[in-house]
């Protein structure tokens, strides 16, 4: 799946959450999208098989993968990956017109890119990871101050050692037009996934052909636009059924399937459980 995500991470004075992530969790499987936050991903066991707009990167132990903003990003896992996810707005380090502005504005800009792979090293940087994350898993009682401290003490080290390119260096990902055309498809299915879509549909608002189309989502995602649509209501389906009390038919219904059977068999075949006991045991 791909789709504008527009949930609020962390609270809105605090804007900064951790995921941890293993094969029991509803988004294992890291569906394609994109946000206006940076995201940091550090991986603990098995491999992570990453697309960034069009970098692809396989992560291991350690490993640690930055999203820099406005980034398509999916992910995919092996069965025995376990992986964190620390996603923040950058405004927490903000603080009215301080020394460090200038920078977090031009990540912001997309003037400045962090660097996206990391293989761990044992290194300044891989310590400073490894305090932000303890710090926001443990969440002592002055937890807010180690993770501003730590997010300050991270970009240092990036600055320090250069851990970032300019715009020169990133103008070609960002002239890229293909990614702009995806954004487009992606949010118009996040704004219809409940309605009835056409391939043609689809195509249309990437203002391609349906044929080109085809290839070019799967070239993109790895998935043909059938299945990322059918994988995106049911993802939608299952936060209706873990956030709601709505009954299962009409979770279907809302969700742009017009028939129950092939819902649930759906369902299952995506999340290993039915409808009714993916609710019932809040896996």
């Not at 068999?265 to 019932?280: C, E, H, Y």
Request: glycine share 4%; hydrophobic share 35%; proline share 2%.
């Amino acid at each position: 799946m791909i789709y504008n995500e527009l949930k609020q991470h962390g609270t809105v004075d605090f804007p900064i959450e951790l995921y941890e992530i293993d094969k029991n969790h509803t988004r294992f499987e890291m569906a394609s999208h994109w946000h206006t936050e940076l995201e940091i991903i550090k991986i603990y066991t098995g491999k992570l098989n990453i697309k960034l707009n069009n970098h692809e990167y396989t992560a291991c132990k350690n490993d640690v993968v930055f999203v820099n903003p406005e980034t398509v990003h999916g992910a995919y896992p092996s069965d025995d990956c376990r992986y964190d996810c620390i996603v923040l707005n950058l405004g927490l380090l903000e603080i009215a017109e301080n020394s460090c502005h200038f920078f977090i504005e031009s990540i912001l800009n997309r003037e400045y890119s962090v660097l996206e792979f990391h293989k761990y090293t044992r290194s300044e940087f891989d310590n400073a990871i490894e305090n932000l994350f303890y710090a926001m898993k443990h969440k002592s009682s002055g937890y807010k101050f180690t993770v501003i401290g730590a997010l300050y003490r991270l970009f240092g080290i990036i600055i320090d050692s250069h851990i970032y390119t300019s715009s020169a260096n990133t103008a070609l990902i960002n002239s890229d037009k293909n990614v702009p055309k995806l954004k487009n498809v992606l949010s118009f299915i996040r704004n219809n996934y409940d309605k009835q879509i056409t391939l043609d549909d689809m195509a249309i608002s990437a203002g391609m052909s349906p044929k080109y189309f085809c290839y070019f989502f799967k070239e993109m995602t790895r998935k043909t636009p059938v299945e990322y649509l059918t994988a995106y209501r049911i993802e939608k389906a299952s936060r209706k059924l873990l956030n709601s009390d709505i009954s299962v038919t009409d979770i279907a219904y809302s969700c742009g399937f017009n028939d129950l059977s092939y819902f649930i068999k759906t369902f299952k075949n995506l999340k290993g459980i039915t409808p009714a006991k993916f609710r019932k045991y809040d896996v």
